[in-house]
């Protein structure tokens, strides 16, 4: 009996010893899967970081020890531009019109371009300009410590002219009458978006379809993101989205965003947020002179016919296209800047902050080298923190799954003045701003005592009550 036990013992032994050798050959087990709570949308704000141009490093790394500090801005997301390999082949050097490749360059300074994050190579691995796949799962821990959710920049619309897929898969790629694989079309003019260092991918191809669905699973099941930012995701066809989202959601509660604005998009349990690019360019053209309260009044109205009102759109005054191509914020919004800031919080929908602005960023980022951002806390930290702050505290301004209600107040200058009420649960924010050059004197349908958020002074209205308000002036109150 004894040697029979010692035997068992000594097998156990074995056993155990060859198992530990199999877990120690294991590269990474993931932890415990961290699982998005619908609720932290109705008062989240989005944080897009460039990891190239975040630091002097540029690293996955230099970015992870900043993540606790993004909670004073509210921050609940955390949208990481593409993080994968460049294709080498067709890497861009400049864009526009007159776009060159970095074999195009004098041959000394070709090392300097980078190439597009968008020109992905490889849709498993890790851009070793950032750091190590060990680094990003670090960033992600993080992130989840802090309670801050991480989705990835996913790009299904195309792929690096290096990606495997070329090789081995022309039949993923739309081909011209030669046969030849070719960029992106842009279906409004059926010419090249001028994305020539990326080739089209073809939804024909069902086993495409399986693919593309696999390696988006992977870096939910094994590397425990929370979602995607899908780019040109109106690009792509629908019927892939509803084949692809509810694939993903079986493994695990996830956010996606879709850079598109198309209400489609967002019905069925397919993307939760869509971009409002029209109350973007609104905002520019207000701010600009071109347009007034008028058009803003115009785009809320259509914005309520075309969504539910639970379906969430992106306010932004500032993304990585548009700083980098369009101009700074400064540039576009001038001394508007700050209340077109605040409307982004304070409209139904989730605010973006993209890398730098909290920093007051006020030069266009370059898209295909080295650079880097101001690290300086200032007056543009405090606003959004501020902003961030009132947001997360204060259910009338939820913008989720269940918002605050929305509400125009009438003035008696309705070109100038937009003023509105958001409600829920008993708690209200009025705000009222002057989207104007000039000063206005006004008077609001508005009855109540307030505390102005911004100064902590007590206001009372009354119905005949006059207002002044200086250039591109606002108040934020909140009921008592």
């Not at 961290?34 to 949308?41: E, M, P, R």
């Not at 880097?372 to 543009?380: L, R, Y």
């Not at 200058?413 to 409600?423: C, L």
């Amino acid at each position: 009996m004894k040697k029979i036990t010692l035997s068992f013992f000594i097998l156990l032994t074995i056993v155990a010893c060859n198992s530990s050798k199999i877990v120690s050959n294991v590269n990474f087990v993931p932890p415990t899967a961290y699982y998005l709570n619908s609720s932290d949308l109705e008062n989240a704000v989005i944080y897009e970081a460039n990891i190239r141009q975040y630091s002097p490093e540029g690293t996955f790394n230099a970015f992870t020890k900043d993540i606790p500090q993004l909670k004073e801005l509210g921050v609940k997301i955390i949208w990481v531009m593409p993080i994968f390999p460049i294709s080498q082949t067709k890497r861009k050097a400049t864009g526009g019109d007159n776009s060159k490749f970095a074999s195009e360059m004098p041959e000394g300074e070709q090392h300097k371009y980078l190439g597009s994050y968008y020109a992905v190579s490889d849709f498993k691995k890790v851009n070793p300009e950032f750091g190590t796949m060990e680094d990003f799962r670090n960033l992600v821990k993080t992130a989840h410590e802090n309670g801050i959710y991480v989705i990835l920049d996913w790009v299904p619309n195309h792929t690096g002219w290096d990606h495997v897929w070329i090789k081995e898969h022309p039949e993923f790629y739309t081909k011209n009458e030669k046969g030849e694989i070719i960029d992106p079309i842009n279906p409004e003019t059926g010419k090249s978006w001028g994305w020539t260092d990326v080739a089209d991918l073809n939804y024909d191809s069902q086993l495409l379809r399986k693919q593309m669905i696999a390696d988006m699973k992977y870096w939910i099941t094994k590397e425990n993101i929370d979602g995607y930012r899908c780019d040109v995701a109106s690009n792509v066809p629908l019927d892939f989205w509803k084949q692809c989202i509810p694939q993903l959601r079986k493994e695990k509660n996830i956010f996606m965003l879709a850079e598109a604005w198309e209400p489609e998009l967002i019905k069925e349990d397919l993307f939760d947020m869509v971009y409002a690019w029209e109350g973007h360019h609104t905002l520019n053209k207000i701010a600009q002179g071109k347009e007034s309260v008028k058009e803003l009044n115009a785009y809320l109205k259509k914005m309520n016919e075309q969504y539910e009102s639970n379906d969430i759109l992106m306010n932004f005054v500032d993304n990585h296209d548009e700083n980098s191509w369009n101009g700074t914020m400064k540039s576009r919004l001038g001394t508007a800047e700050e209340i077109m800031t605040a409307l982004t919080y304070l409209l139904p929908g989730m605010p973006l902050v993209y890398s730098g602005d909290e920093y007051g960023l006020d030069y266009s980022l370059k898209f295909f080298e080295k650079d880097v951002i101001p690290k300086v806390k200032g007056n543009h930290w405090k606003l959004r923190a501020n902003l961030g702050a009132l947001k997360k505290n204060n259910p009338a301004l939820n913008g989720g799954k269940y918002p605050a209600s929305f509400k125009k107040i009438i003035s008696s200058n309705e070109d100038h003045i937009f003023a509105f009420e958001r409600e829920k649960e008993g708690k209200k924010v009025i705000f009222i701003g002057n989207l104007s050059d000039q000063s206005i004197e006004t008077k609001i349908e508005l009855k109540g005592d307030f505390t102005e958020y911004k100064s902590g002074k007590n206001i009372s209205f009354r119905a005949d009550t006059p207002i002044s308000l200086k250039p591109w002036q606002y108040l934020i109150l909140e009921n008592k």
